[in-house]
Nanobody, 120 residues
């Protein structure tokens, strides 16, 4: 089982990035998928999740969009209007079932993370 996140990088404020998370060893159909992020000195937080519902943390609503292509076993996070406070390592995670959880302990599989830096 593996989750491979990619697409991070350095972007100026107001710019966009698209993160991808490719899953192998299991079928996305059976899992709720989520993106978390962790900034230095802060706890890992849910950014967006996709299952029976779609959830976003308030700070990214209207700017970020989570989507999934179950046929390709891949989940995406489109990030627009990026701000310096979005700087963090972004992780994708999978939780068996359809419920999107806010707590990290409810997720079964994790990717290694991809760095997103928003700076001028």
């Amino acid at each position: 089982v593996q989750l491979q996140a990619s697409g991070g990088g350095l972007v100026q404020p107001g710019g966009s990035l698209r993160l991808s998370c490719a899953a192998s060893g299991f079928t996305l159909d059976d899992y709720a998928m989520a993106w978390f992020r962790q900034a230095p000195g802060k706890e890992r937080e849910l950014v967006a999740g996709s299952g029976s519902t779609t959830l976003y943390v308030d700070s990214v609503k209207g700017r970020f969009t989570i989507s999934r292509d179950n046929a390709k076993n891949t989940v995406f996070l489109q990030m627009n209007s990026l701000k310096p406070e979005d700087t963090a390592v972004y992780y994708c995670a999978a939780s068996r079932g359809v419920k999107v959880y806010r707590l990290t302990r409810n997720y079964d599989y994790w990717g290694e993370g991809t760095q997103v830096t928003v700076s001028s």
